[in-house]
């Protein structure tokens, strides 16, 4: 069993969708990050999360560290949102980051 | 900040050939970290250093895969007698030294063994 899951996979949305991205884990973590990754590699790191819910412009994370559970919603979608989003979490007294597989997010125009 | 570089972009070698890769972290970022992605996959960690030192290796990277840090700035990750399982997105990252748990990606080298 891999120590961060993401749901789902692969997701097709149409522009203006409200999106949510589920990420959850399986160890005790420090922080979670969300990150961005668009075709050609670069990530972007959009959210550091240790607690309760964090918004930047049309995106909202959220987690629940008695649940081990984070989301990630994008309100109004749009198909400059499409990338993968990976979720990716700061192991207890660990020094690097595991990482989920990603979601991949179409958004339709 | 002009953010974490990595160099080359892309590279395109033969198994069997040697490959080395270069990786300049956010200036005073004393956390430098390689990871290593393949198609349809997250990253997964290789090695970590702070400042110059060596601190944690993965198990995946095998006696053909060396990183160093010399100076405590730049980071080469080598990867000698190349496979054609090696072909993946070699990625950098840097933290620093007063914000744990933060971590600023470069762009990636993606590595093509032919």
């Known amino acids: 069993k891999n120590e961060v899951e993401q749901s789902p996979q692969n997701l097709t949305a149409q522009e203006g969708e409200f999106i949510t991205i589920n990420c959850s884990y399986s160890?005790?973590?420090?922080?979670l990050h969300w990150l961005q990754q668009h075709p050609g590699g670069g990530i972007v790191s959009l959210f550091m999360?240790?607690?309760g819910k964090k918004k930047h412009g049309r995106l909202i994370a959220t987690i629940n560290i008695q649940e081990k559970h984070s989301s990630l919603h994008i309100t109004a979608s749009h198909p400059r949102d499409s990338a993968v989003y990976i979720c990716a979490v700061a192991i207890f007294y660990g020094q690097n980051f595991v990482f989920g597989p990603g979601t991949r997010l179409s958004v339709l125009p | 900040d002009t953010g974490v570089s990595q160099d080359p972009r892309h590279k395109i070698t033969k198994r069997g050939q040697n490959v080395t890769f270069r990786c300049d972290p956010i200036s005073e970022h004393n956390r430098l970290y390689w990871y290593r992605q393949t198609l349809g996959q997250g990253p997964e960690f290789l090695t970590y250093f702070q400042n110059e030192a060596q601190l944690e290796k993965s198990r995946l990277l095998s006696d053909r895969f060396s990183a160093e840090r010399p100076k405590g700035s730049f980071s080469t990750l080598e990867i000698q007698r190349t496979e054609q399982g090696d072909s993946a997105m070699y990625l950098c990252?840097?933290?620093?030294?007063?914000?744990?748990?933060?971590?600023?990606f470069g762009p990636g080298t993606r590595l093509t063994v032919t």
């Open positions: 999360l240790s607690s």
């Open positions: 160890v005790g973590i420090s922080a």
């Open positions: 990252a840097s933290s620093p030294r007063d914000r744990l748990y933060e971590q600023y």
